[in-house]
């Protein structure tokens, strides 16, 4: 019933997907040959019986797959028609306040013959994006496609850097995250033995250490711990785990390149390495919508939530 790319459990997993997109308790599955306002009439019992009070937000998706998108315009038709069936006064609009408001994420997945109907609440949601497909435009003046990995992985922080932090960023070039990081008023220590656009070099609130990250001590402690270098990912996993053994940050998103066809393995020793060696806590590790062959690690020392 489910078809191409959406998995079913019984059971809820111990530890949130790495590779998952996003996770919804199914409450109820229907076939989608019959009228919309059928389909909608349906699906709006169900929602009412598993959240009757509370904030909602309600999302279509379609499975990212060929099928999936050339059904885009009726996810959108029947989003609409369980919209006008809900009450008003439930529905949050912006989606941005989901979690704060302790809103329940409801989404219609709109699948090839089915169409289902689940929530999650947003403090517990992998993504607020419809099926975290988190959409996002090419920031206009950004050097690299890496900027939007890391304007994702902000998007799902609790905080995020701010002005007069002081960011270390790891293989650093082009500079595509410092530039998202001076945009945002921090201060940023650019790490990479390759060149940064210029006029991020010549920022006066960049500094660009051209030298291995594997040679590099910092001279105070940092805010945030940035980290995206194309290399091993055991031996970043042991650098990010020194730089938190020794206090060096206090937060940390770092790009975890997985290029082997069996990543799982490879993904337990990081998170081994970066929680026991480094005493890295709240760790969180999700490949993104914008991550291809890599995982984005958040973390955060003791005592800093
Ligand atoms: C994917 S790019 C980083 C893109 C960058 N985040 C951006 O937004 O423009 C990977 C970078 O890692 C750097 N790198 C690889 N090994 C490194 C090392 N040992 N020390 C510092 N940088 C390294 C490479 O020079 C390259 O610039």
Known sequence: MLGEVLVESDQRPTEPPVFARTGI??????????????????????VKQAAPTGSLVL?????????????????DALLETVRTRLPKDRLLEETWR??????????????PGAVM?????????????????????????????????????????????????????LGAAPGGWTQRLVARGARVIAVDTAKLLPELAEHQRVEHVHMSAFDYTPEEPADWLFCDMAWRPLEVAQLLAKWGRRGWA???????KLPMKDK?????????????????????????????????????RAGTL
Request: charged share 25%.
């Open 59 to 75: 999302q279509a998706f379609t499975p990212d797959s060929p099928a999936g998108n050339r059904l885009a315009d009726e996810a």
């Open 117 to 169: 109907v689940g929530s999650v609440p947003a403090r517990e949601a992998l993504s607020l994006s419809p099926g975290g497909r988190q959409r996002m435009r090419r920031p206009g003046d950004a050097p690299s496609r890496a900027a939007m990995k890391l304007e994702e992985a902000l998007i799902n922080m609790p905080f995020e850097p701010g002005r007069g932090e002081v960011c270390v960023d």
């Open 25 to 46: 308790r199914v409450l109820g599955s229907f076939e989608s040959r019959q009228a919309p306002e059928k389909l909608a009439e349906l699906i709006v019992d169900r």
């Open 264 to 300: 799982n393995p490879i993904l337990l020793r990081v998170r081994h390495i970066l929680t026991e060696d480094g005493g890295w806590q709240s760790l969180t590790i999700r490949q993104l919508y914008h991550d291809r062959d890599e995982v984005t690690v958040t973390a955060h």
């Open 98 to 111: 989901a979690r704060e408001a302790g809103a329940m994420l409801v989404e219609l997945c709109v699948a």
């Open 250 to 256: 206090t937060h940390l998103v770092a790009n975890i």
